[in-house]
């Protein structure tokens, strides 16, 4: 294989090395590049009742971040700014951080992921590619309010998950502090505010998603 920077690929490579990287992400685990936020933590006590809350939970922020992953990939490919594409890349290790520990999360719940992961990246994709089509500020702008959301999401599961339940917490505590952190840089980068009907959509969408995966 060429040794040759990323950046200097062809879109026809990079595709290919984005349907690549979706495979691994939907059916291998992957090491993580910073360390699972749960580590010094104590083992659970959870009631079976928690234990299920939890794993509903976790199972629809691993659903999220595979989301996520598919989205920063999608809008990568047709970013017009390498400076920009390098940010994307950038955050999406950060985004893969989270969808390891949200899956090693699971195994820990005895539970699974959502079995429409396959469904909710490519999805994701294609809306991802679509932001980037329509120019760097909007898919910067797209980015930004994507990861408001998710911070919001997020800042809900921490009122849901049991009290007791101090591993999940802290992994979704650390997920909330990147994604703001994402949603930061874009707006940084110039990221044009998106319409309100685009909001509402958005705001719908991820409803959707959320109901969905925390049962299936």
């Known amino acids: 294989m060429s040794s040759k920077p990323f950046r200097h690929y062809s879109l026809a490579d990079r595709l290919l090395g984005h349907v690549d990287q979706a495979l691994n992400n939907i059916f291998c685990r992957q090491q993580s590049q910073r360390d699972?936020?749960?580590?010094?933590?104590?083992?659970?006590?959870?009631?079976?009742?928690?234990?299920?809350?939890?794993?509903?939970?976790?199972?629809?922020?691993?659903?999220?971040?595979?989301?996520?992953?598919?989205?920063?990939?999608?809008?990568?490919?047709?970013?017009?700014?390498?400076?920009?594409?390098?940010?994307?890349?950038?955050?999406?290790?950060?985004?893969?951080?989270?969808?390891?520990?949200?899956?090693?999360?699971?195994?820990?719940?005895?539970?699974?992921?959502?079995?429409?992961?396959?469904?909710?990246?490519?999805?994701?994709?294609?809306?991802?590619?679509?932001?980037?089509?329509?120019?760097?500020?909007?898919?910067?702008?797209?980015?930004?309010?994507?990861?408001h959301q998710v911070v919001r999401h997020l800042e809900h599961h921490l009122k849901r998950l049991p009290q007791e339940d101090k591993r999940s917490r802290a992994i979704v505590t650390q997920m909330r502090e990147d994604e703001l952190g994402h949603a930061t840089l874009a707006e940084d980068l110039g990221a044009a505010t998106l319409p309100k009907p685009i909001h509402t959509l958005m705001g719908l969408s991820s409803k959707v998603m959320t109901t969905i995966a925390e049962r299936i």
């Not at 659970?44 to 996520?68: C, F, I, P, Q, Y």
């Not at 898919?139 to 309010?145: I, K, R, S």
């Open 36 to 147: 699972y936020p749960a580590n010094h933590l104590d083992s659970d006590t959870l009631s079976a009742e928690e234990k299920k809350l939890a794993a509903g939970l976790m199972r629809v922020n691993h659903a999220g971040e595979m989301a996520a992953q598919a989205l920063y990939h999608g809008q990568s490919i047709t970013a017009r700014d390498q400076s920009i594409r390098d940010e994307l890349r950038g955050a999406s290790i950060e985004e893969a951080d989270h969808l390891n520990w949200c899956r090693r999360r699971l195994d820990e719940l005895d539970a699974q992921p959502s079995k429409l992961d396959p469904f909710w990246y490519a999805g994701s994709f294609v809306i991802g590619i679509t932001a980037g089509i329509a120019g760097d500020r909007w898919n910067l702008g797209f980015l930004a309010e994507t990861e």
